[in-house]
Nanobody, 126 residues
Framework: QVQLVESGGGYVQPGGSLSLSCAATAVSLSHYGVGWFRQAPGKEREFLAAISYDGRQTKHADSVKGRFTIARDNSKNTVYLQMINLKPEDTAVYLC???????????????????WGQGTQVTVSS
């Protein structure tokens, strides 16, 4: 069973930066593709970025391209989401997910992911 734990969320002013981490317990994340999603109250879960198991392929949603960057360090069993120039509309719960079936794909659809973390809150406000 893969357990994912997100961290790094918090409160930041518009224009600020945050770095989120997604760590796995009990298993090696190096076998999984990993994606980052977010969900704001009353809205559907939104794809942000994904990375293949070996880091060779990444995808970013158009809405965050140039501001958010996904990366991984398999030696630390962690996947990161670097976020800059944050806006109030970025306020949401941010979740990471692991894809065991197509780890090479950097999948963009929620249905491709088997395991989900509980999420970390990001609030952007002045």
């Amino acid at each position: 069973q893969v357990q994912l734990v997100e961290s790094g969320g918090g409160y930041v002013q518009p224009g600020g930066s945050l770095s989120l981490s997604c760590a796995a317990t009990a298993v090696s994340l190096s076998h999984y593709g990993v994606g980052w999603f977010r969900q704001a109250p009353g809205k559907e879960r939104e794809f942000l970025a994904a990375i293949s198991y070996d880091g060779r392929q990444t995808k970013h949603a158009d809405s965050v391209k140039g501001r958010f960057t996904i990366a991984r360090d398999n030696s630390k069993n962690t996947v990161y989401l670097q976020m800059i120039n944050l806006k109030p509309e970025d306020t949401a719960v941010y979740l990471c997910a692991a894809d065991s079936l197509t780890p090479y794909a950097a999948a963009t659809e929620t249905s491709w992911y088997d395991y989900w973390g509980q999420g970390t809150q990001v609030t952007v406000s002045s």
